[in-house]
C-alpha cells in the first residue's frame, strides 16, 4: 500500500500508538490501515450414496495449473464460511451440495492465510467450473497424491481418509511452515 483510502495521503509503516504491530499509517490523517489473513475456503464434497469418492478439480488458473485440488476459494465479504464453501463449490464444480461441519483449519502464515475446509455432500451433478479443467469423483485409491496442488489439501485429505477409517469424524487445526525453498 502506498497511499490512505481515507484521504490519499502516503503511508509510512510504523508501529501505531496502542499497537504491537507495524502498520500502514497515513501520514496526512494519521488512519490506520491494516493487513489481515486472507480466508481460503473449501469442501471436502462426499457422494450422498457413501460410496467413498469424494469430488476433486483440475485446476485451470494459477497458481498451480493443471493439479488437483478441493472445490475452494477466497472469502467474500458478506457471507458466512459455510456460504463461501458453497459458493466456491458450485463455481468451481458447478455443483450444488448439502453443507456439513467444519472439519479443518490449516494455518498458512507465511503466505498470510487461512484455510478451513468442511464437509458436504453432492445434490446432483458436477462439471468444471471456469477455474477448472475437469472434476471427477475419486476414491481414496484414485487420489492422486503428488498432483495435488495445494499442501493444506494434502492434510485435509489425509485427515479425512484416518478419520473415515476410524469411523469418526473430528476437527483438525494444523498449522503450515514454508516449504525449505522460500
Not at 485440488?69 to 463455481?91: C, I, K, S
Not at 495435488?148 to 473430528?170: E, I, K, N, P
Amino acid at each position: 500500500m502506498n497511499y490512505c483510502n481515507q484521504c490519499g495521503g502516503s503511508l509510512e509503516i510504523r508501529v501505531p500508538e496502542g499497537d504491537t504491530q507495524p502498520r500502514h499509517v497515513c501520514r496526512q490523517c494519521g488512519c490506520v490501515h491494516y493487513l489481515n489473513p486472507k480466508l481460503v475456503v473449501g469442501c471436502i464434497v462426499e457422494t450422498p450414496a457413501g460410496d467413498g469418492r469424494i469430488l476433486l478439480c483440475r485446476r485451470a488458473i494459477e497458481p498451480r495449473l493443471g493439479l488437483w485440488t478441493l472445490p475452494a476459494g477466497f472469502m467474500e465479504n458478506g457471507e458466512t464460511t459455510a456460504q463461501a464453501a458453497v459458493r466456491e463449490t458450485l463455481e468451481e464444480a458447478c455443483a450444488r451440495i448439502e453443507i456439513g461441519p467444519l472439519f479443518s483449519l490449516i494455518n498458512v502464515p507465511h503466505i498470510n492465510q487461512v484455510h478451513l475446509f468442511y464437509r458436504g455432500w453432492l445434490q446432483g451433478d458436477h462439471a468444471p467450473g471456469t477455474e477448472s479443467l475437469e472434476t471427477a469423483l475419486v476414491d481414496e485409491a484414485d487420489i492422486p497424491w503428488g498432483e495435488l496442488a495445494f499442501r493444506s489439501v494434502t492434510l485435509c485429505l489425509q485427515a479425512y481418509f484416518t478419520d473415515r477409517r476410524h469411523g469418526r469424524f473430528g476437527f483438525h487445526e494444523d498449522s503450515l511452515l514454508p516449504p525449505a525453498s522460500y
